[in-house]
């Protein structure tokens, strides 16, 4: 069983759209993060939420963790044939101790 | 540049033959972890090292091994693969644990290794 589910699990849009992917548990996270993968890389670092409530913005991406930290979102404004990617939550579990849980990710291809 | 490679990239083994992946990082980190990537389960841990000459297992360690003899090298060995460990293989590294870390540290993945054991 996942710790984290993400959804959707794939999303196809048009290039100039909005989009709402989201991490859900059921447990508690100290901080959660947010990544971007391409194809034949590796997941790239995009923000790290610590705190119940908090909002970041970077350009066209609002990333938001959840009250009770429990979940987060990630809406895209505006999206662009460039945000294609598998978008990747991964959270410390309060109660798991010194581990990074991953969600199995959101593929969101932009079609221009 | 900042960066961890993973060598080799690609890798075709057969089942039984020891096979080590390297990992290599620049920055100086404490933090160095292995990761699994397969379909429909994300990214899971296998092994991670707080520092020099300390490991310690992740969520999936059967069949591997870990050192950490230096602290830019993190290699990892599978003894005797097995096809159920064909996947794709990342390597991490940051500063300190991504679970203790900050809003201003960040976890550095390689580019991958994709192994298949026939």
């Known amino acids: 069983t996942q710790l984290l589910e993400q959804s959707p699990q794939f999303l196809s849009i048009q290039e100039g759209e909005n989009l709402t992917v989201y991490c859900n548990s059921s447990?508690?996270?100290?901080?959660l993060q947010w990544y971007r993968q391409e194809p034949g890389e590796g997941p790239v670092l995009l923000v790290t939420v610590v705190t119940g409530g908090e909002v970041k913005k970077l350009k066209r991406l609002t990333f938001q963790f959840g009250d009770a930290r429990k979940d987060s979102s990630l809406h895209i404004t505006a999206a662009q044939p460039g945000d294609t990617g598998l978008y990747l939550c991964a959270g410390d579990d309060e109660t798991s101790g010194s581990r990074l849980t991953f969600g199995e990710g959101t593929q969101l291809t932009v079609n221009p | 540049e900042a960066q961890v490679t993973q060598n080799p990239r690609y890798l075709i083994t057969v089942t039984g033959k020891k096979l080590t992946v390297t990992c290599s990082q620049n920055?100086?980190?404490?933090?160095m972890s292995w990761y699994r990537q397969d379909p429909g389960l994300g990214l899971r841990q296998i092994y991670y090292s707080m520092n020099v000459e300390v490991t310690d297992k992740g969520d999936v360690p059967e069949g591997y091994k870990v050192s950490r003899k230096e602290k830019r090298n993190f290699p990892l060995i599978l003894e005797s693969p097995s096809p159920n460990q064909t996947s794709l293989y990342f390597c991490?590294?940051?500063?300190?644990?991504?679970?203790?870390?900050?809003?201003?540290?960040?976890?550095?993945f390689g580019p991958g290794t994709r192994l298949t054991v026939l």
């Open positions: 447990s508690v996270f100290s901080s």
């Open positions: 991490a590294s940051s500063l300190i644990a991504p679970w203790v870390s900050t809003s201003t540290d960040t976890q550095y």
């Open positions: 920055m100086n980190h404490e933090y």
